[in-house]
C-alpha cells in the first residue's frame, strides 16, 4: 500500500521560496519515477515536475529555473524547491508516482496521490 505525504506548503509573498516534501511509504522512492503536480481554484491538475529513476528531470516551461525536484533516497523523501514565487504558482500542490517510466508530466500517467498541501503567492 503506497502512501504519499506532502507538506511544506503556505502562504508567501512574490519573489518568495518554499520546499515542499513528499515523505513516502510502501515505495522506494530511488526506484520509482515520481512528479509534483498542482491544481489551482477552477483550473485542470497540471504536471509541474518529473523525475525518473536516472534522476532524469523534467518541468512544465512556467516554472523551469525556478523550481527543482530532487529525492533524498535515504529519507525515502521526494521534494520540490521552489523559488522566485509567483501569485500565478498558488495552487494546491500534489506528488505522485508513476509507475511506467516515463517521467511523463501527464496526469493519466500517475497511479498514487497524495492529499496535497496548500501554496499561495500573494
Keep these: 500500500h503506497v502512501q504519499l505525504v506532502e507538506s511544506g506548503g503556505g502562504s508567501v509573498q512574490a519573489g518568495g521560496s518554499l520546499r515542499l516534501s513528499c515523505v513516502a511509504s510502501g515505495i522506494t522512492v530511488s526506484s520509482a519515477c515520481m512528479g509534483w503536480f498542482r ?14 529513476t536516472d534522476g532524469i528531470t523534467r518541468y512544465t516551461d512556467a516554472v523551469k529555473g525556478r523550481f527543482t525536484i530532487s529525492k533524498d533516497n535515504a529519507k525515502n523523501i521526494l521534494s520540490l524547491q521552489m523559488n522566485s514565487l509567483q501569485p500565478e504558482d498558488t495552487a494546491i500542490y500534489y506528488c505522485a508516482t508513476e509507475p511506467y517510466g516515463l517521467g511523463s508530466l501527464d496526469k493519466s500517467d500517475y497511479f498514487d496521490w497524495g492529499q496535497g498541501t496548500q ?4
Design 39 to 52: 491544481q489551482a481554484p477552477g483550473k485542470e491538475r497540471e504536471g509541474v515536475a518529473a523525475i525518473d
Design 119 to 122: 501554496v499561495t503567492v500573494s
